[in-house]
């Protein structure tokens, strides 16, 4: 700015010292008295002043008084030279064009020394592979700054992290810069392992998705080991036995070398069980639920060895073979139970992929869990369903061929392409499709000769009541459509709705087509195989009148290709035209027995249990309404329904319906008639009980009984007994019944329980088995909102175990919640019935006394104290007394009118007895 000034006489200026006055202009520096433009400091002075903010920095020298302390760096002073003071010798240029003065302070010079102020600081690389600017500005002698903006521009292909830009060789050199293509080299083993475990985890995701949206367990098998060969893994999944002592190969996948590895390890049986004492690897993994590694190529295959018994040599050449290296060991777990165990074998697999397989191995066990839950749920559906089927073909209203019917459309819909789900669709519907007649009058479905008008009305009818029938039970809600529009004709002229074309649903015009080829074959008087022709011919002309055209079509060509190819169900279907027609109906028709007869119980009872299980969740009140059920509709004198107590060996009477009372009744299992059924699994008729030895007496007129087990995922969940003051009163026809509802029963009972014990869980105490603070507030809020209602009044009693903690730091935790138990059991016993007893927390405990005032609450109160003193608990070999309880006593509306109010009052009540126990 101005020429540099010398050091000397620079302790003779009079301003040193006092910079806040000195001018601010371009070149001065000096007290308002001295400056030239007179004494106002920041006036012009006929020089252009300075903008802003700038300041004229000194030379920085070595300072040597104070003064030069503060005029060295950084001190801020605008005086100019002493020689500039008296005549100017700074004369500022011109000032240069705008645009000019922006471009040169953007664009810096590229031949001068780079400032960092200006450009971008140096960054590098955040990871390997990648260039940084200054790196591609050196390869293609570029200033940075060029490089920067031709990367901000685009016409380098450049990745922005940060506020930095980067490059990759491999990109530059298909930008054209040649000079970069030594940089491109192939990836080194690190990144090829990294590689292979990043597709390991894809296809352990892919493979984990897709199990969880198939639906039956095989094909879960398929899809996952299909997903882990992808990546050269072989897989080979395991199923616990029931036991838990052992395992079965479930599904294997080896890829191309299954054939040599059947040569090498020789035939198995399909249920060969692998004790687990032979597989540790895979018994660990089971017992501690967590995935193992196995990295010893040489232990792996003395596994091999130990497992198939054989030498060494064919162990390797197994291990060989699946490329036998490495594997890891992980189970299958859902809904906290071990269902099996999943082995993947390959050359890398390490350590760090035991998440990956470990979260694998959950979803895979989830779908297979899902898969279950859906095979069991289409079991029940079945045996509904041939229930049903059954019930209906004991009024001799459908065909005996019901099941060749059904297996002829499910045919049909396979040829059509349908999915299983449809299919077995096509196939209920077929079934059910005259359930409705079950409610017509023996006189209209038995009558030889033409119904007249009003029969006709009433026969049009069954459609409808299927329907119905079925909306109400809702596992085969969905066929009500199906089995509704049975009767609708392809040209709309059928009943009960007139449907027309589409609007059909199309299961149905499967099994319409089926109906029709049945009704010109099967149900003629006379038939052959010769007749078949022109069966078809006749199913032809109903084309686009009853019937859908497409779906005939597809009949008559699936039916052509079976005859041609001679499959097994068309050679069976062509032997069965061959047979003649047993005759079964009419008028010399051999009488049915009274269970075969028209009232078909068990649809009734299947139908009302159907009902009563979708209506109500309480597991007593559902127990009492299925045995009134079964008792009412089959006239037993008793039913009882025997359930495992809180001793899973003891059975106890859950609900009975007929005459007498049972009262709280238990059996061991084993002992008598109920118990040895539940403990052997196995109905037993007993034509005369006193005859039989293990009878239990209960009433001494009856003389036969009937026990049926109820079975429900291979466990006996209950007994089923019904009593019958006739000798010889069971017979064949009462246990075909207990089987027809006994799996339909089962599977209800065992719903209403978990729904029971989830409640419960929900609203007791885990420790005491008493009710738990929500439970007790809810009907705390009850009593309220009655007494509110009626003027009445009820009680509550705070009580709290004193010295418990004493208890627990003398005797252990363990023997505190004895101590806690113990108060319970006394609490139960010192109040009615009617009263509730609830654990608040920790020890303190809350006894609601409806319709209680305070003076009988004292009484209350005190039985329950006196009660306590009498309890002892057994901890160890030692039998102690409860240390004592203190209560408070509140009465609503004397002390309180909401829930919050009595209890702080009770509470108030009980510290104030503690603190006057001292």
Not at 448 to 453: G, H, V
Not at 492 to 512: A, C, M, N
Not at 703 to 710: E, G, H, T
Request: a neutral charge.
């Amino acid at each position: 700015m101005g020429r540099s000034r010398s050091s000397s006489g620079r302790g003779s200026r009079p301003w040193q010292g006092q910079p806040s006055g000195a001018c601010r202009l371009r070149g001065h520096s000096s007290p308002a008295s001295r400056c030239p433009s007179g004494s106002d400091p920041v006036a012009t002075c006929g020089r252009r002043p300075l903008p802003p903010g700038r300041w004229w920095q000194p030379p920085s020298r070595t300072p040597g008084s104070i003064a030069d302390l503060r005029e060295g760096p950084g001190w801020r002073s605008c005086r100019p030279p002493p020689e500039s003071f008296d005549a100017p010798a700074w004369v500022p240029k011109p000032p240069a064009p705008r645009e000019v003065r922006r471009r040169k302070r953007r664009l810096p010079s590229l031949h001068a020394p780079v400032q960092r102020r200006l450009t971008q600081p140096i960054a590098t690389a955040p990871a390997p592979g990648l260039l940084s600017v200054d790196d591609v500005a050196r390869a293609i002698r570029r200033h940075p700054e060029v490089v920067r903006r031709q990367a901000r521009a685009g016409r380098l292909p450049a990745e922005k992290i940060g506020r930095g830009w980067f490059f990759r060789a491999e990109r530059l050199v298909e930008a054209g810069h040649e000079q970069f293509r030594p940089l491109v080299v192939a990836p080194d083993a690190s990144d090829r392992a990294h590689a292979a475990s990043e597709r390991l985890v894809l296809a352990l995701s892919q493979a984990g998705a897709e199990a969880l949206q198939l639906l039956d367990t095989e094909s879960i098998f398929q899809a996952v080991g299909r997903r882990l060969a992808e990546v050269g893994l072989s897989s080979h999944f395991f199923l616990l036995t029931p036991d838990g002592q052992g395992l079965t190969v479930a599904y294997a996948n080896v890829g191309e070398a299954a054939e040599q590895l059947r040569q090498l390890t020789g035939p198995r049986p399909p249920d060969y069980v692998i004790p687990l004492d032979q597989v540790p690897v895979l018994k660990r993994a089971c017992q501690t639920r967590q995935a193992q590694y196995l990295g010893d190529t040489n232990l792996l295959v003395e596994r091999v060895t130990h497992l198939l018994g054989s030498d060494a040599e064919r162990a390797r050449k197994i291990g060989n073979l699946l490329h036998m290296r490495t594997a890891i060991s992980a189970p299958l777990v859902a809904r906290d139970r071990v269902l099996g165990a999943i082995n993947v074998v390959g050359e890398d697999l390490r350590e760090s992929h035991l998440p990956a397989l470990t979260a694998f191995a959950n979803q895979t066990a989830a779908a297979m869990e899902t898969a279950r839950l859906l095979a069991e749920s289409r079991e029940l559906q079945e045996a509904t369903v041939l229930a049903l089927t059954a019930a209906v073909s004991m009024r001799e209203v459908v065909s005996a061929r019901a099941v060749q019917h059904a297996d002829l459309a499910d045919h049909l819909a396979q040829h059509l392409r349908f999915d299983p789900e449809a299919r077995r669709r096509v196939r209920y519907t077929a079934f059910l499709q005259d359930l409705g007649k079950l409610a017509l009058p023996e006189s209209i479905l038995k009558k030889r000769r033409r119904l007249n008008a009003e029969e006709r009305a009433v026969m049009m009818t069954h459609p409808v009541l299927a329907a119905d029938l079925l909306k109400r039970f809702r596992p085969l809600a969905a066929l009500a459509p199906l089995v509704r529009a049975h009767h609708e004709w392809f040209n709309g002229e059928g009943y009960p709705d007139r449907l027309k074309g589409d609007g059909i649903p199309i299961e149905t015009r499967v099994v319409s087509v089926v109906n029709a080829f049945f009704n010109v074959t099967f149900d003629l008087p006379s038939r052959s195989v010769e007749l078949l022709d022109e069966a078809l011919e006749e199913v032809k002309g109903f084309r686009g009148i009853g019937l859908d055209p497409s779906i005939v079509n597809a009949f008559i060509e699936m039916l052509w290709t079976a005859r041609d190819t001679q499959v097994d169900w068309y050679q069976r279907m062509e032997r069965e035209l061959s047979e003649p027609q047993p005759f079964s109906q009419g008028l010399n028709a051999p009488r049915r027995d009274s269970f075969t007869a028209a009232d078909s119980r068990e649809l009734q009872i299947i139908y009302r249990i159907a009902q009563e299980t979708a209506a109500v969740l309480d597991l007593e009140t559902l127990l009492k309404r299925i045995v009134s059920i079964i008792q009412e509709v089959m006239d037993y004198d008793l039913v009882l329904l025997l359930l495992p107590g809180e001793d899973p060996d003891e059975l106890q009477v859950g609900a009975h319906a007929g005459r007498g009372e049972i009262g709280s009744m238990r059996i061991p299992a084993g002992t008598g008639i109920t118990g040895w059924v539940f403990q052997h699994r196995a109905p037993q008729i007993v034509p005369d009980v006193r005859a039989d030895s293990r009878y239990i007496m209960l009433d001494p007129q009856v003389r036969s009984k009937l026990a049926f087990p109820l079975v429900s995922q291979g466990r006996v969940i209950g007994v089923l007994d019904a009593e019958s003051q006739e000798v010889d009163a069971f017979g064949e026809a009462d246990l075909a019944l207990m089987a027809a509802v006994g799996s339909q029963l089962a599977s209800c009972l065992e719903v209403a329980q978990l729904h029971d014990r989830l409640k419960r869980e929900a609203t007791h105490d885990a420790l005491t088995r008493l009710v738990n603070r929500r439970l007790l507030l809810e009907r705390v809020e009850q009593q309220i909102e009655s007494a509110g209602r009626s003027q009445g009044t009820f009680s509550i009693v705070f009580l709290d175990v004193d010295q418990l903690k004493h208890v627990n730091d003398t005797y252990g935790h363990l023997a505190g919640d004895a101590l806690l138990r113990e108060v319970a059991n006394a609490l139960t016993d010192a109040v009615r019935g009617e009263d509730l007893v609830a654990r608040y927390g920790g020890d303190e405990f809350v006894v609601l006394l409806p319709s209680t005032p305070a003076p009988a609450a004292i009484v209350v109160a005190q039985r329950i104290r006196e009660g306590i003193a009498r309890h002892r608990v057994m901890i160890g070999q030692r039998l102690i007394a409860i240390p004592g309880v203190s209560l408070g006593i509140a009465t609503y509306p004397d002390h309180g009118q909401t829930t919050a109010e009595l209890l702080a009052a009770a509470d108030a009540t009980l510290y104030a007895q503690k603190r006057r126990a001292g």
